[in-house]
Nanobody, 127 residues
Framework: QVQLVESGGGLVQAGGSLRLSCAASGGTFSMYGMGWFRQAPGKQRDFVAAISRSGSSTNYADSVKGRFTISRDNAKNTVYLQMSSLKPEDTAVYYC????????????????????WGQGTQVTVSS
């Protein structure tokens, strides 16, 4: 059983930056592919980014490509989401998720494919 705790959300002006962190405990972190998703009010939970178990491979939603960077530190059991050039449409609750897998590639973009979820952290971008 893996517990995930996100942090780093907040209020930022358009064009600004934030770094989200997701600390994992209760499992072998390097055995999990990791992803970030977000959910705006009244909308479905959307894929943002994913990273392979080793951190060598990543994938991004088109809407954040070139602005967001996902990374992980397996020694610290933590995955990060560096967000830059933020836009008001990035406003959402951001969730990290873990996929228990033997697959060494990048996890998928579908939320049901992930096994564990954090509680989320709010990101609000003002115009």
């Amino acid at each position: 059983q893996v517990q995930l705790v996100e942090s780093g959300g907040g209020l930022v002006q358009a064009g600004g930056s934030l770094r989200l962190s997701c600390a994992a405990s209760g499992g072998t972190f390097s055995m999990y592919g990791m992803g970030w998703f977000r959910q705006a009010p009244g909308k479905q939970r959307d894929f943002v980014a994913a990273i392979s178990r080793s951190g060598s491979s990543t994938n991004y939603a088109d809407s954040v490509k070139g602005r967001f960077t996902i990374s992980r530190d397996n020694a610290k059991n933590t995955v990060y989401l560096q967000m830059s050039s933020l836009k008001p449409e990035d406003t959402a609750v951001y969730y990290c998720a873990a996929e228990s897998t033997l697959f060494r590639g990048v996890p998928g973009t579908n939320a049901p494919g992930y096994d564990y979820w954090g509680q989320g952290t709010q990101v609000t971008v003002s115009s």
